[in-house]
């Protein structure tokens, strides 16, 4: 009984593998907004303001990190929690695919989102004389959050690595 119990756990783990193809598909809902925001930044370029067009930029910028981001917890989550990715020998790989621990991949997550929240913050201290200073603090103090929550991980990561060896 106890047999099958183990068996039937750890054949669950399959259930993960639908939501890591699930973010196949936020890639998906990502890249065209990626290619709409270019196409309104090329058709009214001229019409825009430096700030505008940096702002554009920078929603650019954050799409793609959140894509990255979106990548390595699909490819890492899949590797660490469900199978190994069989790559064909001679194929293009990731250098950190397989070498990336659920540790590692907290770390990694933790710092695209403090990466992503900086950009965030950039864009509204670029429109900040149209934000009331309270919600600016509030977003400042949310990014700091974000960056004391990534050390203070990193750092236990650090530790517990140390310790194990």
């Not at 196949?24 to 990502?30: N, S």
């Not at 670029?126 to 309270?134: F, S």
């Amino acid at each position: 009984m106890e047999k099958i119990f183990e068996n039937l756990m750890y054949s669950i783990r399959w259930l993960l593998a639908p939501i890591y193809l699930g973010l196949g598909l936020v890639l998906v809902a990502l890249l065209v907004e990626f290619y709409q925001s270019i196409f309104y930044l090329i058709t009214h370029v001229v019409e825009m303001g430096e700030s505008e067009v940096t702002l554009k930029a920078l929603s650019l910028i954050d799409v793609t990190l959140v894509g990255g981001l979106v990548v390595m917890v699909m490819y890492s989550g899949y590797e660490n929690f469900v199978s190994k990715l069989d790559i064909k020998e001679g194929r293009e790989k990731l250098s950190w695919l397989g070498k990336m621990d659920s540790g590692s991949l907290k770390a990694k997550v933790a710092a695209s989102i403090v990466a992503i929240s900086s950009i965030h913050l950039l864009k509204i201290f670029m429109d900040a004389g149209n934000i009331d200073n309270e919600k600016l603090k509030w977003y400042v103090l949310i990014h700091l959050t974000f960056v004391i929550s990534a050390f203070g991980m990193g750092y236990l990561d650090y530790i517990t690595k140390r310790q194990k060896s």
